[in-house]
């Protein structure tokens, strides 16, 4: 029998490790750009909107290419936001991990054997304190804050002990990227191709 939190265990190094490879997550709406990201050496992709038929495609893509694949559930098409649903998408449709705003997801997702990132939109000060309680209750394993370029304005803000830290949304520039990916950032997500085989300097 397949022990969820040994395959977890096993998901979260092989994630850490690829970002540490090539910290650009490239955001993807569809699976035609998916051949440009093997080209880019992208080790990690999210699948942002879509529905679940499509990401069975990209799910079977991503492996051949030996890349991980997470999945926005809370804006993706035919899978039940709850705990089924995460189990169907570690048992059927394999992906490694899911993105989500909601916190019991991301429990789910973990019970299940997933990788769970919580998102965290950071509009003002308020949704900064809420976020940072969601991130406390939820235990995600990594939280990906969006809008990226507000990162380099908060990073003092921010406690020292959270889960790997990925940005995203707003980035167009590599000026940008350079900005946003100082630690703690591990990683930025972004789905603009020309940003993709971006390397640390």
């Known amino acids: 029998m397949i022990n969820p939190e040994r395959v977890r265990g096993e998901r979260l190094l092989a994630f850490r490790s690829g970002l540490a490879q090539k910290p650009i997550i490239a955001g993807l709406k569809g699976v035609d750009y998916a051949p440009l990201t093997a080209e880019a050496g992208i080790k990690v992709c999210f699948y942002l909107t879509?529905?679940?038929?499509?990401?069975r495609e990209?799910?079977?893509?991503?492996?051949?290419?030996?890349?991980?694949?997470?999945?926005?559930?809370?804006?993706?098409?035919?899978?039940a936001k709850d705990t089924h649903g995460m189990q169907v998408l570690a048992s059927e449709v394999g992906i490694d991990g899911v993105l989500t705003t909601k916190g019991?997801?991301?429990?789910?997702?973990?019970?299940?054997?997933?990788?769970?990132?919580?998102?965290?939109?950071m509009l003002d000060s308020e949704a900064l304190k809420t976020g940072l309680r969601m991130v406390d209750s939820s235990r995600p394993d990594a939280v990906e804050i969006l809008p990226a370029l507000i990162l380099?304005?908060?990073?003092?803000?921010?406690?020292?002990?959270?889960?790997?830290?990925?940005?995203?949304?707003?980035?167009?520039?590599?000026?940008?990227?350079?900005?946003?990916?100082?630690?703690?950032?591990?990683?930025?997500?972004?789905?603009?191709?020309?940003?993709?085989?971006?390397?640390?300097?």
Not at 105 to 120: D, N, S
Request: glycine share 8%.
């Open 50 to 55: 879509g529905h679940i038929f499509e990401l």
């Open 104 to 121: 019991y997801l991301v429990t789910a997702a973990q019970k299940a054997g997933l990788l769970g990132i919580q998102r965290l939109f």
């Open 152 to 201: 380099p304005s908060v990073r003092d803000r921010l406690p020292s002990k959270l889960p790997p830290m990925i940005a995203g949304g707003l980035v167009e520039t590599r000026d940008e990227l350079d900005r946003v990916l100082q630690p703690p950032v591990l990683a930025v997500s972004t789905s603009r191709v020309e940003l993709w085989d971006y390397e640390r300097v």
């Open 58 to 79: 990209l799910a079977k893509l991503c492996k051949e290419q030996n890349q991980m694949l997470f999945a926005h559930v809370d804006l993706i098409g035919g899978i």
